[in-house]
């Protein structure tokens, strides 16, 4: 069965970096692009970009280019979304998704705080 | 960048009552629309794609409709396990998606 496995909890100072990783498994790696969603506290749901597993293309939400990186290992079937230079605001849920947005990871809690 | 509004934002219904929520976009999207389904704590959940067509699995009470810029998720008759919110999401401008504000319906 297609599954989504992502990191733990991260908790990082403002400033920092946190990368998110997100194992997939279940079906051909390749053959589909991974989206990454995040969700601050009690709102809605943030489409920050997404990557091609096949070819490594990339686009991201203009509000965070710059700030955001995200890559895949084809090796592992792991995709990773490296966000930088870390603001309070940016405490949420990060989840990772199957581009069709059928199957989702299960959300990886990161907190922003001095 | 294409936009998207929900309506209503909030909604207060009661078990077996038909539920309609608008997603209108700000330009035409053809029928590059997707609803999901969220309740708290857990990831969102894939209701329809291309406007109308039920994802696999998803009970039939519900439908969705629409093209261009003015889409709806129709449930038709609302059962306890569909208290949740609901978000609509364009794929019109691959791979540059984003998401409604989201529409909670509630228990009344």
């Known amino acids: 069965q297609v599954q989504l496995v992502q990191s733990g909890a991260e908790v990082k100072k403002p400033g920092a970096s946190v990368k998110v990783s997100c194992k997939a498994s279940?079906?051909?790696?390749?053959?589909?692009?991974i989206s990454w969603v995040r969700q601050a506290p009690g709102q809605g749901l943030e489409w920050m970009g997404w990557i091609s597993a096949y070819n490594g293309n990339t686009n991201y939400a203009q509000k965070l280019q710059g700030r955001v990186t995200m890559t895949t290992d084809t090796s592992t079937s792991t995709a990773y979304m490296e966000l930088r230079s870390l603001r309070s605001d940016d405490t949420a849920v990060y989840y990772c998704a199957r581009n069709s947005g059928d199957y989702w990871g299960q959300g990886t809690l990161v907190t922003v705080s001095s | 960048d294409i936009q998207l509004t929900q309506s209503p934002s909030f909604l207060s219904a009661s078990v077996g009552d038909r539920v309609t929520i608008t997603c209108r976009a700000s330009q035409g999207i053809s029928s590059y629309l997707a609803w999901y389904q969220q309740k708290p704590g857990k990831a969102p959940k894939l209701l329809i794609y291309?406007?109308?067509t039920l994802q696999s699995g998803v009970p039939s009470r519900f439908s969705g409709s629409g093209s261009g810029t003015e889409f709806t998720l129709t449930i038709s008759s609302l059962q306890p396990e569909d208290f949740a919110t609901y978000y609509c999401q364009q794929l019109n401008s691959y791979p540059l998606f984003t998401f409604g504000p989201g529409t909670k319906v509630d228990i009344k």
């Open positions: 279940g079906y051909t790696f390749t053959s589909y692009g």
């Open positions: 291309a406007a109308s």
